[in-house]
């Protein structure tokens, strides 16, 4: 157990602190080399947990050991890392900067015996300059189709129904050639063939099932549509300069986001960039211009929320984050903290512009 006083540890030195534009600050340093050595340590220990030798379990493999089957230099950037992520906090809350958004973080010096040099660049919170808000939403309310309006017409379960069928089609019979004429044949549209689909009573009762889960798509494209014009006319009408850093980390989220939707698919992301003869940087390139858009809003929608003083329920938040830990074990808590947060936030704003009153559960007095 170290017992050196917190304030008599150097956590770092020769920072010095240097505003960009586009509403960024880069911030250069160095992990003195005593600090070094105990993050070496701690790097040491960390590649340990992962290295599996020849006659040692998986994380059994012994210090010194490890030392001489790992470069140095793996192990000087293991500490590099491990190093920044606790300084970098640190900095920020010393020098009281304002970031958002994921840091770029650079080491420019690393050499065994040495401090580590560091440069990281960060989005410091922009000015937002908010337009008049609630008179946009209303506004784009009264043009846009109320959610709770939508009807599903008798129509629409048909063409369904027909989808349904022609899935469940059977091949139209053949000629003396053995080619097919006329059109596949569909099935009867009956009790029986409902109760194929599932656990339906009959032809009626699945056509009821149907009409609901129309109406709930039919609402919640409403809402999307009409949350997405109100999004767009209060972007339009916002001043603000939106840090790189900030679309980066968008994008990065953007990134991952489809790649576990491909993944899920049952492909790599390598398999479908090679498939459709693309780069990630084309990628990123092509969704930059939404990536912008994503960050103005949240950055909005943040200052709507603190003006408003909007804030989701801690209990509420407890129980999202730990849902999300459910499925997501491995997930920085952290992170998904900040993830859900967000979610839970930009509903709350939402409903705010489209009239709702929060509830008495959603309404706190301490800060989440």
Known sequence: ???????????????????????????????????????????????????????????????????????EVKILQEAAEIGLADIYPRIIEEHDLDVVGRPKVSITKLAPGNPIGFTITSGVYPTVTLPEYMDIAKKELKEHTDPADEVVKDDEVDAELTRLRSMFATPAPKDEKGEESGEPVLPELDDDFAKKLGEFTGIEDLKDKMRQQLAIQKKEKAREKRRLAIANAIIAKSKLEVPEVFIEGELDQMVASFEDRVVRAGMTLEAYLEQSKKTIEEIRKEWQPDAEKRAKLQLIFNEIAKKEDIRPDPKK??????????????????????????????ELVFRKLEGEESSKEEEVTEKA
Do not use: C
């Open 317 to 346: 938040l407890d129980r999202e984050v730990a849902h999300v830990k459910e499925h997501y074990p491995d997930a920085n808590e952290r992170s998904v903290r900040v993830y859900v947060l967000t979610q839970m936030v930009n």
């Open 1 to 71: 157990m170290n017992d050196t006083p917190k304030d008599a540890i150097q956590h770092y030195e020769n920072v010095a602190i240097n505003q960009k534009e586009h509403s960024e600050v880069e911030i250069t340093g160095e992990i003195p080399t005593e600090r070094v050595d105990f993050f070496r340590a701690k790097a040491i220990r960390a590649i340990r947990r992962d290295l599996e030798m020849p006659g040692f379990r998986k994380g059994h493999v012994p210090e010194d050991m490890v030392v001489q089957h790992v470069s």
